[in-house]
């Protein structure tokens, strides 16, 4: 099994080689120019104009034919994408939200993450509110139809404090509805319990009440960990397939749960060394 950490290095190390020519200001239509790859392209998209403190932005990957790109955590191969903004003028932070992915099979591997187009909001704090913002993205990513390829995006858009609301607004506000919200009181909680005689350290993660069959799950973890999750009747199958070599304490794994009423993300904690 090709882990994304382990691949990462080597996607993004050839990105150079398959980057495309930056894209340029648009502030007028909300969107950049479209930065082009081989199986893919890449845009920022913003709502409009400056609100609670904060702009509405997106980065919007658009994938050609069958192919698809990556989740935070890519599950049995590939690479997440990387956002960074460290380009941008008056810009604070930049907060990039994740939408709820699908498991696509391929070749006997689970691979976590999206078909067809996917929107990331982007919530674009700036250091001076009165001021313009100038978004600057360069975006590492992978697109894949079989065979993965390294790509790159770079963009730039204009954000200024007035800005009329934009025809992407509800592209973008409908990506924010598919982010998984926090699980609240009123929600299943979640029960961990070492499965015995497993071939690798597993955990059987139950839910109170039990979650609806469809529900399907997505972990991740942190930097050189790594969990693939599978269900199991009522309960998630959530087995360690890779950890640091200097592990010494326990980690928290977010669990990301997706199914026909919406996507909710919960935490558990595993103890490789206790079982539990």
Not at 21 to 39: E, F, I, K, M, Y
Not at 47 to 73: D, F, P
Not at 196 to 221: G, I, Q, S, Y
Not at 246 to 254: F, L, R
Request: with cysteine; proline share 10%; charged share 20%.
């Amino acid at each position: 099994m090709i882990k994304f950490s382990s691949i990462a290095a080597r996607f993004f190390a050839m990105a150079m080689a398959c980057a495309a020519p930056g894209a340029g200001v648009r502030a007028q239509t909300g969107a950049s120019d479209w930065s082009d790859a081989n199986l893919a392209a890449a845009r920022l998209i913003a709502s409009g104009g400056l609100k609670h403190g904060q702009y509405q932005a997106g980065v919007e990957i658009r994938l050609k034919g069958a192919s698809h790109t990556y989740w935070r955590n890519p599950g049995d191969s590939g690479a997440p994408p990387i956002f960074r903004f460290d380009g941008s003028r008056n810009l604070a932070a930049a907060r990039v939200r994740y939408p709820a992915p699908r498991r696509i099979g391929e070749d006997g591997l689970d691979i976590f993450g999206y078909l067809g187009s996917v929107v990331f909001p982007v919530e674009a704090t700036p250091v001076d509110p009165k001021m313009p913002v100038e978004l600057v993205l360069d975006l590492q990513y992978a697109a894949c139809e079989r065979i993965c390829v390294p790509a790159e995006a770079h963009a730039t858009l204009a954000l200024s404090p007035g800005d009329p609301s934009t025809a992407l607004a509800a592209e973008i506000a409908k990506a924010m509805d598919s982010i998984p919200r926090p699980m609240g009181s009123g929600d299943p909680a979640p029960r961990v319990a070492r499965a015995p005689n497993a071939d690798k350290p597993t955990w059987m993660v139950r839910f109170d009440p039990p979650l609806a069959p469809d529900v399907d799950a997505f972990a991740a973890a942190p930097d050189n960990w790594f969990f693939t999750t599978r269900r199991d009747g009522d309960t998630i199958a959530l087995t360690l397939e890779q950890s640091p070599s200097d592990a010494s304490a326990p980690v928290a794994v977010d669990l990301t749960l997706v199914g026909p009423s919406g996507a909710f993300e919960t935490s558990v904690t595993i103890d490789p060394r206790a079982g539990r």
